[in-house]
């Protein structure tokens, strides 16, 4: 079955350190690849997608991810992190197949220590 | 750009009626929007899709009759939710596609907080 993973349920990291959230798909071809960050209460917003081309792609507030086909991973990865970051981040892909609908993985809750 | 709004943002009811959420492309056209439920800690779980014009494609195991979906121009979706029960309660998240951007990607409302007493 087609299906999105995001290993990481909690991660908590120091304010200041590097963060890598990770995300792993199941699905025949290449799906369009999204980020998406929530606030408590809040709607999402969209961190940055991936439908072709550099596989490496940036997003909004210093974020960056990498498309592995051979890995079937999308991960997400940020240098430095700030305290304003903490919040859950879903990974979510689409197929042209499904009309366009979207599948979420579990998300990964975001802590920052001072 | 690329804005959606969703209102009410809270709204507490009595079991047995019904309520009405809207969900709103503000700067952009939208023939497809979408309509999610999230439970606490949880992801989002897609109900329907909802297309302008056209009656809404509702998930596997979504009661229809119980949430009726009307996207009545390229703007404006309307979930309501009939003879509401405690179970209902929940946060609702509608997002919307641009009908003029290739690719996927969807704008989300800032979520509507139903409680059902």
């Known amino acids: 079955a087609q299906s999105v993973t995001q290993p990481d349920i909690h991660i908590t990291v120091s304010e200041g350190a590097s963060l890598e959230l990770r995300c792993n798909y199941s699905?025949?071809?290449?799906?369009?690849l999204f980020w998406y960050v929530q606030s408590p209460g809040q709607g999402l917003q969209l961190l940055l997608k991936?439908?072709?081309?550099?596989?490496l792609v940036q997003g909004i507030k210093g974020f960056e991810a990498e498309f592995k086909r051979s890995q079937s991973s999308f991960n997400l990865r940020k240098p430095s992190v700030h305290w304003s970051d903490a919040a859950e981040y879903f990974c979510?892909?689409?197929?042209?197949?499904?009309?366009?609908?979207?599948?979420f993985g579990d998300g990964t809750t975001l802590t920052v220590k001072p | 750009g690329a804005v959606v709004s969703q209102h009410p943002s809270r709204v507490i009811c009595k079991s047995g009626t019904s309520v009405k959420i809207e969900c709103r492309s503000l700067d952009f056209q939208a023939t497809t929007m979408f309509w999610y439920r999230q439970f606490p800690k949880q992801s989002l779980m897609l109900m329907a899709t909802s297309n302008e014009g056209s009656k809404a494609t509702y998930e596997q195991g979504v009661e229809k009759d119980k949430f009726l979906i009307n996207h009545a121009s390229l703007t404006l979706s309307t979930l309501t939710v009939t003879s509401a029960h405690p179970e209902d309660s929940s946060f609702y998240i509608c997002?919307?596609?641009?009908?003029?951007?290739?690719?996927?990607?969807?704008?989300f409302g800032p979520g509507t907080r139903l409680t059902v007493t």
């Open positions: 997002s919307a596609r641009d009908r003029h951007t290739l690719g996927y990607e969807q704008y």
């Open positions: 991936y439908f072709s081309g550099d596989t």
């Open positions: 979510a892909v689409a197929l042209n197949t499904n009309a366009g609908k979207s599948t």
């Open positions: 699905y025949g071809a290449t799906p369009y």
